[in-house]
């Protein structure tokens, strides 16, 4: 992804995170959907850990959660799908956009699976979906704050790494992603 691009993505997810939803603590993202109008659901399965549906009946969008994953893994899809949501089909919630605005939608809109599982998806598809990995990082640890710590922690990785899993509630894995995507766009400023 060129870096106009990139930019892109993390301005969106930080809007997204601090305009709409006004999100301080990621445990509150559940909370925070609902309030949108997003249905959440849960379900039991080994191949998928979340999907996003459209309820044409109702005029709002469900995501649905595996109730197996760790509330962190579930933050994680949570804030995938969004990606999807907000990304492949520019959804906003009222008052922001009538729901009338989406009646094209009806369905499953996507379904995510588990990296672990050998699901043959074709490039396109796997770009797409680690663009929404990216979305969702950013989303639950904001780009810009994420580069303060590490710098204020003096550049040490696996104690900005601690940090940021305590504050954002997030995975180890995905903190150390997240702090080397920071690493790899912003690093040539330090």
């Given at each position: 992804?060129?870096?106009?691009?990139?930019?892109?993505?993390?301005?969106?997810?930080?809007?997204?995170?601090?305009?709409?939803?006004?999100?301080?603590?990621?445990?509150?993202?559940?909370?925070?959907?609902?309030?949108?109008?997003?249905?959440?659901?849960?379900?039991?399965?080994?191949?998928?850990?979340?999907?996003?549906?459209?309820?044409?009946?109702?005029?709002?969008?469900?995501?649905?959660?595996?109730?197996?994953?760790?509330?962190?893994?579930?933050?994680?899809?949570?804030?995938?799908?969004?990606?999807?949501?907000?990304?492949?089909?520019?959804?906003?919630?009222?008052?922001?956009?009538?729901?009338?605005?989406?009646?094209?939608?009806?369905?499953?809109?996507?379904?995510?699976?588990?990296?672990?599982?050998?699901?043959?998806?074709?490039?396109?598809?796997?770009?797409?979906?680690?663009?929404?990995?990216?979305?969702?990082?950013?989303f639950l640890m904001p780009f810009d704050e994420v580069k303060v710590k590490y710098i204020d922690n003096g550049l040490q990785a696996e104690k900005t790494i601690d940090e940021l899993v305590e504050r954002y509630y997030v995975s180890e894995v995905a903190a150390r992603t997240q702090l080397g995507f920071v690493k790899k766009v912003g690093g040539e400023e330090w």
């Amino acid at each position: 992804m060129d870096n106009k691009k990139m930019h892109a993505l993390v301005t969106l997810a930080n809007d997204i995170r601090v305009g709409l939803f006004r999100l301080e603590d990621n445990r509150d993202l559940f909370d925070k959907l609902e309030g949108l109008g997003v249905e959440l659901l849960g379900f039991f399965d080994e191949k998928i850990s979340a999907l996003l549906k459209w309820d044409s009946v109702a005029h709002h969008p469900i995501i649905a959660v595996n109730d197996q994953d760790s509330e962190k893994r579930q933050l994680f899809s949570l804030a995938h799908e969004i990606g999807h949501l907000f990304i492949d089909y520019g959804w906003l919630p009222e008052p922001y956009k009538a729901q009338n605005d989406f009646d094209q939608l009806d369905g499953v809109l996507n379904v995510t699976h588990y990296r672990r599982v050998g699901n043959r998806h074709d490039a396109r598809d796997m770009q797409r979906e680690a663009l929404m990995d990216d979305f969702a990082r950013n989303f639950l640890m904001p780009f810009d704050e994420v580069k303060v710590k590490y710098i204020d922690n003096g550049l040490q990785a696996e104690k900005t790494i601690d940090e940021l899993v305590e504050r954002y509630y997030v995975s180890e894995v995905a903190a150390r992603t997240q702090l080397g995507f920071v690493k790899k766009v912003g690093g040539e400023e330090w």
